[in-house]
T-cell receptor, first 113, second 118 residues
Framework: AQSVTQLGSHVSVSEGALVLLRCNYSSSVPPYLFWYVQYPNQGLQLLLKYTTGATLVKGINGFEAEFKKSETSFHLTKPSAHMSDAAEYFCAVRKTGANNLFFGTGTRLTVIP | GAGVSQSPSNKVTEKGKDVELRCDPISGHTALYWYRQSLGQGLEFLIYFQGNSAPDKSGLPSDRFSAERTGGSVSTLTIQRTQQEDSAVYLC????????????????FGPGTRLTVL
């Protein structure tokens, strides 16, 4: 069965510090991988995605993620947190040939000034 | 261009009433999805439409839930005899299918409809 695990439902970082949000998936076949961000009272916005090719993927707002097949991971990072990064972040997978996304439970990022 | 729009943005209803939620996908997107976001369950897939194919209803939680998509564009999610556990944010997403390029893998989400069942 497809599943996505996001370790840590809440993460707090200081402004300017490294952001690391963890995502692991379980799948016998590497799926397509996504990170979405949800700002308060808004819909989901795509940050970045991995489908094929280069395993280090760069997204919007300075975020990037690296697909590591050996670790079945797709962790999201940003070198320096900004106050505007405070939001909820969702990792999602879509298995090749499948229709829908399977989401993790989300990680709420707080940025401390 | 315009993104995915949903209406109403908020809906409060009484237990036992029927509700209809509307989704307008991005023009030209042939795939349309409904998801539900609730405190206890996170983000769950409900139903998927693609062109004229039979919809994938595998995520619908009960037979009180149904959805249709008219003319391959606008979709309506209907919940009959609402229950308090139906309270959630209902999200719609659309996706461009076919053609080359990674852009077809992306689902674009609407702002959601927050449903509260009293």
């Amino acid at each position: 069965a497809q599943s996505v695990t996001q370790l840590g439902s809440h993460v707090s970082v200081s402004e300017g510090a490294l952001v690391l949000l963890r995502c692991n998936y379980s799948s016998s076949v590497p799926p397509y991988l996504f990170w979405y961000v949800q700002y308060p009272n808004q819909g989901l916005q795509l940050l970045l995605k991995y489908t094929t090719g280069a395993t280090l993927v760069k997204g919007i707002n300075g975020f990037e993620a690296e697909f590591k097949k050996s670790e079945t991971s797709f962790h999201l990072t940003k070198p320096s947190a900004h106050m505007s990064d405070a939001a909820e972040y969702f990792c999602a997978v879509r298995k090749t040939g499948a229709n829908n996304l399977f989401f993790g439970t989300g990680t709420r990022l707080t940025v401390i000034p | 261009g315009a993104g995915v729009s949903q209406s109403p943005s908020n809906k409060v209803t009484e237990k036992g009433k029927d509700v209809e939620l509307r989704c307008d996908p991005i023009s030209g997107h042939t795939a349309l999805y409904w998801y539900r976001q609730s405190l206890g369950q996170g983000l769950e897939f409900l139903i998927y439409f693609q062109g004229n194919s039979a919809p994938d209803k595998s995520g619908l939680p009960s037979d009180r839930f149904s959805a249709e998509r008219t003319g391959g564009s606008v979709s309506t999610l209907t919940i009959q005899r609402t229950q308090q556990e139906d309270s959630a944010v209902y999200l719609c997403a659309s996706r461009q299918m076919g053609g080359a390029g990674a852009s077809t893998d992306t689902q674009y989400f609407g702002p959601g409809t927050r449903l509260t069942v009293l």
